[in-house]
């Protein structure tokens, strides 16, 4: 039997907790849809309420609610709407849910990256070959997605 899961100890071993990692990847990607659709649908609410000035700064705005949206569900239960529907959050490198701070640097590097080709692309294929099935920002700061469903 496999040892148990603690949240003070590091991240699970891939090779001997897999299920922790198992399908992550699939996970992120549709978790990503769901909350790329619920940004937008947050930017559409705020457009009117702005007396539609909003438009001549759409990309900022979208930026904006896309980085409060993260931060703000990342630093409060570790993971996004998106990632809750697939059961998955993320943890640092000790094993504990986000605190603020790293949710901020999370969400920082994560949106540069995600302004830039070349950084999606390694984080994709990192994401498909590392043993955490971790991202160019989870491998920059020591920290992986993991199942929910895994911890019980």
Same mark, same amino acid.
């Given at each position: 039997m496999m040892p148990a899961y603690s949240s003070a100890s590091t991240l699970p071993d891939p090779d001997l907790q897999s299920e922790f990692y198992a399908d992550v990847p699939v996970k992120r990607f549709l978790a990503f849809i769901v909350d790329t659709v619920l940004v937008l649908l947050l930017t559409l609410v705020i457009i009117p309420l702005t007396a539609f000035t909003a438009l001549f700064f759409l990309p900022l705005l979208w930026l904006a609610v896309g980085f409060t949206? *993260? %931060?703000?569900? %990342?630093?409060?239960?570790? $993971?996004?709407? !998106?990632? *809750?529907?697939? $059961?998955? @959050?993320? *943890?640092? %490198?000790? !094993? @504990?849910r986000f605190d603020f701070g790293t949710a901020f640097f999370h969400t920082l590097f994560f949106t540069i990256s995600m302004s830039m080709v070349l950084p999606q692309i390694v984080s994709i294929i990192l994401m498909l070959t590392s043993e955490r099935r971790q991202g160019l920002t989870d491998m920059f700061m020591g920290t992986a997605a993991i199942n929910r469903a895994a911890m019980n």
């Open positions: 949206y *993260r %931060l703000i569900s %990342l630093s409060s239960r570790s $993971a996004t709407p !998106g990632m *809750r529907l697939m $059961a998955i @959050e993320f *943890r640092n %490198l000790h !094993g @504990e």
